[in-house]
């Protein structure tokens, strides 16, 4: 890279990037949220000057340790922000990457806006140098540029796909002597890479390790007379907690000093008497923990089978909390609990205005093509989980309603469409939305990217309650997986947040056959 007057960092230093595909970590100066940036600063930073004699050791530290991060496409389409992720690192752009951005900045899809973001972002960089010798972005020496592949240096593969054009570049910066990184989200790219003897990652910055998500709740161990005085005073400050408290790991281990978020369930146990148990949460607001017994009637006719179930409709009949995520197998309840504290918050408490319920359009195998009719003749076959769940509910309710308007769930829950308190929306058309006094359920939530996980939850109003729910382990997404997607991404997001809770279900309660294929298949 030397005759093109570009310099390269020497790769000496010890790395200080974390492996993007490991548990994300805030305190990783290049890869953390912190870290991020966008082409705003870019617009208000200056863009020269000197710095102070005092910074030049700091400057000369960071190039020592500097590395050189080469970006497949498929990450600026899928983060086009990901230019921005490596604080004091240098980012190079294959110039083939370039031109396959071009072709999809047309797309009316997310690729697109993201295409188009990404090329926005480098004009901007443009208009404050060179981007073939490299543009500083922040001011710790974090650098973009663009390459292009010497097709007169020998290469193992066709330098006529585009994709080898890419492992060309990153070929050649790795030939040069500093420390290469190949970050891609094609796994047979990577894959390539490595027979080249080059180090090749994931993009990580904006995954969740599925292994260690959160799970809304925790096993403590506690003296049983801290059991008894929260049942008799009802409540306890969450300080006597953490004081007495240990955690159980999964081998049975007792470990200390836990982590403990708002609106997270406590299992307490007995330290001398393992069948004295409580189950408790802390309150977000005042820092206290109360025991967590149910409600005392059914909710729409259900009823918790387990304790998990409870701590759900805990959750969603509690008002104080507005987002609610629900992970869990098939057939554990999320979609029934959900609805049913849906209804019982409507047509009872008459505490929001309608029931809003949506899923992304994602079929499981092949699709079968265009459907016929209008959007509600649409989306009846991408809704029918959702009106399984209604006329069920409304069938339970009945048995004990005296209505003489409506005889059978289907008419009831056609008289809710008809007066449009329960709608059925697809997630396509809710950008620009503004969605106030409303229950909103997202089902199969798992099949959301980030971007569009953010883009529903940014659009609820004042007095709306959202729930999202699915199971990472069921997603048919091809782009997507348990640690990318934005169902993942929200739980781990929104854990310390006062108001939002997430819960955990690991028991599917359908029925025996559900549940042993669910643990089996």
């Not at 409507?346 to 499981?364: C, F, S, V």
């Not at 769940?389 to 004990?400: D, E, H």
């Amino acid at each position: 890279m030397g005759e093109r007057g570009v310099p390269l960092p020497d790769g000496t230093g010890e790395t200080a990037s974390r492996e993007t595909n490991s548990r994300p970590s805030t305190e990783d100066p290049a890869l953390s949220d912190s870290a991020e940036a966008s082409p705003t600063p870019i617009r208000t930073s200056e863009p020269t000057g000197e710095k102070p004699a005092s910074g030049e050791s700091e400057r000369s530290k960071i190039a020592k340790d500097r590395k050189c991060f080469i970006l497949d496409t498929n990450v600026l389409l899928h983060n086009p922000s990901s230019l921005f992720k490596f604080a004091e690192h240098e980012v190079v752009i294959p110039l083939t990457v370039i031109e396959e951005l071009d072709r999809f900045k047309k797309n009316n899809d997310e690729t697109g806006r993201n295409a188009r973001q990404t090329i926005r972002s480098l004009d901007e960089l443009r208009g404050r140098g060179r981007l073939l010798e490299g543009v500083e972005w922040n001011d710790q020496g974090g650098s973009v540029r663009i390459h292009s592949c010497d097709r007169t240096r020998p290469f193992s593969l066709d330098l006529d796909v585009a994709d080898n054009r890419i492992l060309g570049v990153v070929n050649e910066l790795h030939d040069s002597g500093c420390e290469t990184i190949f970050i891609s989200k094609d796994i047979n790219a990577r894959v390539k890479c490595d027979a080249l003897g080059i180090r090749a990652e994931d993009f990580g910055a904006d995954r969740v390790e599925a292994d260690w998500l959160y799970t809304g709740w925790v096993t403590l161990v506690v003296p049983g007379a801290l059991i008894d005085e929260l049942y008799d005073e009802r409540q306890i400050h969450v300080s006597q907690i953490e004081t007495y408290a240990s955690t159980i790991d999964d081998d049975g281990n007792v470990l200390s000093k836990p982590e403990l978020f708002p609106n997270q369930f406590l299992m307490l146990v007995d330290e001398g008497d393992e069948s004295h148990t409580g189950l408790a949460r802390i309150l977000a607001d005042t820092g206290h923990v109360i025991p967590v017994t149910g409600p005392r009637k059914p909710v729409q006719g259900i009823m918790a089978r387990n304790l998990q179930q409870k701590m759900a409709l805990d959750l969603l009949l509690d008002d104080d909390v507005r987002l609610v995520t629900m992970i869990g197998p098939a057939g554990s309840g999320k979609t029934l609990l959900a609805l049913a504290a849906g209804m019982q918050k409507l047509l009872k408490e008459e505490r929001y205005d309608k029931i809003l319920t949506a899923r992304p359009i994602m079929p499981l195998g092949r699709d079968i093509g265009y459907l016929p009719g209008d959007k509600d003749e649409k989306l009846a076959m991408w809704m029918q989980p959702i009106f399984d769940n209604l006329a069920y509910l409304l069938s339970t309710r009945g048995g004990q309603s005296n209505d003489a308007d409506s005889h059978t769930a289907e008419q009831r829950l056609d008289q809710l469409l008809a007066t449009g308190r329960v709608i059925l929306e697809p997630i396509t058309y809710i950008r620009g939305r503004s969605i106030p006094h409303q229950f909103m359920l997202v089902d199969e939530a798992q099949n959301l990217s980030p971007h569009e996980v953010r883009t529903i939850v940014s659009r609820v109003g004042e007095g709306t309650k959202i729930v999202l729910c699915g199971d990472i382990g069921q997603i048919d997404s091809p782009y997507l997986d348990s640690s990318s997607n934005g169902l993942s991404h929200v739980i781990e997001r929104m854990k310390r947040h006062p108001i939002a809770g997430h819960v955990t279900l690991d028991r599917t309660e359908r029925s025996e056959l559900a549940s042993i294929a669910a643990e089996l298949l």
